[in-house]
């Protein structure tokens, strides 16, 4: 296999990966930002206006691509967060609490509109803050977010539809801390339900990507929401641990990785407190033998690649079935080689950065001890730029059921390649996991399909499709995957008490 | 001298345009005092006709698009109407309503494009189903909006019980042809302009004023409506609907204001409006390996 590298003016231009059969060269196509306005320092946003820490820190937030500075995001220790949680409760019970359903409806209907009109800036921003490509922040993580409060907004005043029989009131006030992997759309997932049922809340972002967070604090503001309705937070661990230890705090959500998840839901146990958790996945995405080949395969790459394999419910485990695995595997071979790896900020990347210096070391680690537990490696021969963090679209096959690469998850663009003689067989091995967010099934038989779904342990389960995302579409998963739902009428439930 | 104004032609609105009726006719529309506000096309059986033609042909354009987009769509109305107030509100009192009852009227129907903008993709959860049956068979139920809807507004509130008839419909993904208020069409007339720049595609919802005894007959006996909402009927005029319906067993749908109050958010919407005009897809489909 040869590689072409391409001389270009940007060192960050995708390398031009080539495949026996042909070769491509892209022209950079990089977006333009210099519409974007990303201030030098962010304040807390607490009681509607921002206001500068406690602690009197700030702390760097970079663009991982590049590793250069964008920003410094305000460090909120536990007097800020005691403040925003007292703006919170005064607001819930002066103000939002007393407002007609119909009218706080039409606030979030504001907010989704204001994403809209703000798009392309926020887009640019998730990108350069995280890392993930334009293409994808622009037509993925933007418009979703901008759909959940437009979805939202709806039920503000049709709540006692959905649930029957039940008077319906909202929790109270809600913590709410949300991962670094799709910053504005887990801030959307968390605040629009919220809101739609009454609540106000205070939210810590994740610390490596707050600037989309901020963001839409400016965008809050513009909508003119009561003044402590939302408030926003940054910070690191401690900061997200003292907003879960907060007595004033009725509900906590959180999003992000099992091992924090279960700490959550050791220090609220024995409180009031209502909590909903959705962490790590290894979904298994199954292909059987009457599948669409290349419709699979795409289906493949799209299930790990997307985001740089930074997803919970990313199809990390391939099941394929044993008659397929030489074509399937050439076929990945191949598409792996066409995945362009570069600048985020280039439309024509796929592939991104990936989040952090320590996220990377994570994954470096659990790729070696897969080579150490023998299965057999891949990696694109792309070229990455020097500066940033990145890694090369890899799987695994001959990944024993029993290896670290199968069981834990690695949460980057690593696929482990497993296979299976009957569905039976990879049913038992799919559901052989302590997660259960989500699963994948490709065949081209409907009753097929159905009974899969009907046996295996997730709570999202795509046929013939992978990564499909709506805020009309309950989202959540199995064991230690979490509990609770985000996404459709079951997404209400969370931020509700019924009587 | 004052300046001369400029009258107002108020036309029909058919197939996203505003042509006069084919038949030539007018009749006059007069204020409290008597005086003459302007002239309606009084609406002629090939008007209504070339209406359910264009209803028919945006069928499936309409129906066809997102929940998401019909909702989004919906909002947009509100936004224009709410642009547009100052305007609607001068109509109604032209045509006789205080006021106070003009900005009410006018406020309660920009929140209610809202509110059913809000149902567009969320009444399928409320109204659909799984079926638990007794058998491997994964079985399903889901709304599916019935087709041409005509509607006869209500004489009054003109406009907000015109909006509240067409709303319901056109957000489950039907088509409309609506018959206006007879002796208040001028606000009804102006909302045609406010669909046509609202990205309502044309054929969606037209518009027809004129003598509702000459007109009723014609959209009730069509064969290529499906369902027709007489909450603008005389009492006594509703049995006769319902006979000649009956040619193509067209759904008869009428809501009874009553007492309630349109403007009574609690009471006068509600998604059984939306229900109304849907009908249920049952499929089944079996599970195993």
Redesign the interface.
Known sequence: MTTTTIETRDRLTPGAASSALVEWNYSPSLESTDHVKIQPRYNLFIGGKFVEPHSKRWFETINPATEETLSEMAEADAQDVDRAVKEARRAYDKTWRKLAASERSKYIYRIARLIQEKSRGLAIAETMNGGKPIKESRDVDVPLAAAHFFYYAGWADKLEYAFPNRNVSPVGVAGQIIPWNFPLLMAAWKLAPALAAGNTIVLKPAETTSITSMMLAEIIQEADLPPGVVNIITGAGATGAALVNHDDVDKIAFTGSTDVGKRIQRATAGTHKKLTLELGGKAPNIVFEDAPIDQAVEGIINGIYFNQGHVCCAGSRLFLQESILEPVVRKLRERIQTLRVGNPLDKNTDVGAINSRAQLEKIQELVESGVDEGAEIFQSSCTVPDRGFWFRPTFFTGVAQSSRIAQEEIFGPVLSVLTFRTPEEALEKANNTPYGLSAGIWTEKGSRILKMAQKLRAGVIWANTYNKFDPASPFGGYKESGFGREGGLHGLSPYVVLS | MARLNIRKTYKLYINGEFPRTESGRFYAIKGKGGELLANACRGSRKDLRNAIQAARKAFPVWSGKT??NR??IL?RLAEVCEARAAELVDELRRQGSSAADAKREVAAVT?RW??Y??????YP??FGSVNPVSGPY?NFTVPEPTGVVGVVSPEEPALLGLVSRIAPAIVGGNTVVALTSESRPLAAITLGEIFETSDVPGGVVNLISGLKSELIPWLASHMDVNAIDTTGVAEGAIAAIQKTAAENVKRVIHFNAGKIGWDD?TRSQS?YAIFDFQEMKTVW?????
Not at chain 2, 117 to 122: E, M, Q, V
Not at chain 2, 285 to 289: A, D, E, K, S
């Open positions: 929940a998401f909702g989004q909002y929140d809202i509110y903008a809000g149902w567009s993709d969320k959860q409320v994964y958010a998604p489909h079996p599970i195993g390996m």
